[in-house]
């Protein structure tokens, strides 16, 4: 199961890090994190393999966000900077199956995914 943490309201520019952590045993699978604003689709916004060697980003994210993980502790970030009106959404931490998919912005890759975490940015 995966559970994710640190959403909340902030004001455009501030930051916010999110975390997402999976119960059980360790898993070899890329984790991906995904937003979904009111009226929206869901948004891919960054993935990172399962040996942190491959990590992508949505453009909407680019330089201003970061994802990382740590196996020992089962958990995996999101670290979101120079936030804007536009990233309010829920945020959803998700696991593929597979240790990392090419197709890794599609949300019909991953296999599990958390509750969700509202973020909010003000203007």
């Known amino acids: 199961q995966l559970q994710a943490f640190g959403g909340g309201l902030v004001q455009a520019g501030g930051s916010l890090r999110l975390s997402c952590e999976w119960s059980g045993r360790t898993l070899r699978h890329a984790m991906g994190w995904f937003c979904q604003a009111p009226g929206k689709e869901r948004e891919f916004v960054a993935v990172i393999s399962w040996n942190s060697g491959g990590i992508y980003y949505g453009d909407s994210v680019k330089g201003r966000f970061t994802i990382s993980r740590d196996n020992a502790k089962t958990t995996v970030y999101l670290a979101m900077n120079n936030l804007k009106p536009e990233d309010t959404a829920v945020y959803y931490c998700?696991?593929?199956?597979?240790?990392?998919?090419?197709?890794?912005?599609?949300?019909?890759?991953?296999?599990?995914w958390g509750q969700g975490t509202l973020v909010t940015v003000s203007s």
């Open positions: 998700a696991a593929d199956k597979s240790p990392f998919s090419r197709t890794y912005f599609l949300s019909s890759v991953y296999d599990y």
